[in-house]
């Protein structure tokens, strides 16, 4: 999972949160510009822009020739001034392949987006193009069959160890999640383990050291069985993210809460 560090490849600005909940913008549809409940991370145009004849593009672009270490907080500083709603790398046969599509805040700001085209990120020139919705739907759904085993070969050995070490492990009560979106809140992991009663205070989303989510969260079952019922849940998707779990401890949920502190 990706942190979210300061970028490497810029001198100043602090980077943004990322991993918007894809799942939600796909359910939205074409209403993803107006108002939206209970959904902190969608954007409503401004009220001076109508769109009388025809409703909005959606906003979003692609990127080609990112480098190899890219994370989206690079992403989210080479737009510097613009709103992202997501960051989804595109890897072909379990490799990152240099290419990502960017979901904006708002149809106009593509045309801000372009203008970023052929410049660098680190000593890599980035070409950026105009995308569309269908392409980046697709998008999605070839990474969540990637995670999902559609790639079997990928890491064989080391799932294969990771499996064996979680499967012998002591059970107390408390899992370990890798993998969250960035804006994934307490009421979206109950969601993901909606077959247990759970509470909000139950669960612990760890903050890196500017105060920001960094893809992990420790969740407190009522007893030692739940927890190890629940890892039924390990590689699940949660949007377009496979969860990783980890049966953990109190110290560690501990140390890793308070070192975000």
Same mark, same amino acid.
């Given at each position: 999972?990706?942190?979210?560090?300061?970028?490497?490849?810029?001198?100043?600005?602090?980077?943004?949160?990322?991993?918007?909940?894809?799942?939600?913008?796909?359910? +939205?549809?074409?209403?993803?510009?107006?108002?939206?409940?209970?959904?902190?991370?969608?954007?409503?145009?401004?009220?001076?822009?109508?769109?009388?004849? +025809?409703?909005?593009?959606?906003?979003?672009?692609?990127?080609?020739?990112?480098?190899?270490?890219?994370?989206?907080?690079?992403?989210?500083?080479?737009?510097?001034?613009?709103?992202?709603?997501?960051?989804?790398?595109?890897?072909?046969?379990?490799?990152?392949?240099?290419?990502?599509?960017?979901?904006?805040?708002?149809?106009?700001?593509?045309?801000?987006?372009? +203008?970023?085209?052929? +410049?660098?990120?680190?000593?890599?020139?980035?070409?950026?193009?105009?995308?569309?919705?269908?392409?980046?739907?697709?998008?999605?759904?070839?990474?969540?069959?990637?995670?999902?085993?559609?790639?079997?070969?990928?890491?064989?050995?080391?799932?294969?160890?990771?499996?064996?070490?979680?499967?012998?492990?002591?059970?107390?009560?408390?899992?370990?999640?890798?993998?969250?979106?960035?804006?994934?809140?307490?009421?979206?992991?109950?969601?993901?383990?909606?077959?247990?009663?759970?509470?909000?205070?139950?669960?612990?989303?760890?903050?890196?050291?500017?105060?920001?989510?960094?893809?992990?969260?420790?969740?407190?079952?009522?007893?030692?069985?739940?927890?190890?019922?629940?890892?039924?849940?390990?590689?699940?998707?949660?949007?377009?993210?496979?969860?990783?779990?980890?049966?953990?401890?109190?110290?560690?949920?501990?140390?890793?809460?308070?070192?975000?502190?």
């Amino acid at each position: 999972m990706i942190s979210g560090n300061r970028s490497k490849y810029t001198d100043g600005a602090d980077g943004r949160e990322m991993g918007a909940k894809r799942q939600r913008i796909i359910d +939205q549809g074409p209403s993803f510009y107006g108002n939206s409940p209970g959904s902190s991370f969608m954007y409503t145009a401004p009220p001076p822009y109508s769109y009388v004849s +025809q409703p909005p593009c959606f906003p979003v672009v692609r990127l080609r020739g990112l480098p190899f270490d890219c994370t989206e907080v690079d992403v989210a500083e080479f737009f510097h001034g613009l709103d992202i709603v997501d960051v989804l790398f595109v890897h072909k046969n379990g490799k990152f392949s240099g290419e990502a599509f960017c979901v904006l805040g708002y149809p106009l700001q593509v045309d801000f987006a372009l +203008q970023k085209n052929r +410049q660098n990120m680190g000593r890599r020139y980035v070409e950026v193009f105009r995308s569309k919705r269908q392409e980046y739907y697709k998008a999605i759904a070839n990474e969540v069959a990637d995670a999902r085993g559609g790639s079997p070969r990928r890491n064989a050995s080391r799932a294969k160890s990771s499996d064996e070490a979680k499967e012998t492990a002591e059970h107390t009560g408390i899992l370990r999640l890798r993998g969250l979106p960035f804006s994934a809140g307490k009421d979206d992991i109950i969601d993901f383990f909606k077959d247990f009663v759970l509470s909000e205070d139950a669960i612990h989303i760890v903050l890196n050291s500017e105060g920001r989510p960094n893809g992990e969260a420790f969740v407190e079952f009522a007893n030692a069985e739940d927890s190890k019922a629940a890892m039924a849940k390990d590689r699940m998707t949660l949007g377009s993210r496979y969860i990783e779990l980890f049966p953990s401890f109190p110290e560690e949920m501990v140390d890793a809460i308070s070192s975000g502190r």
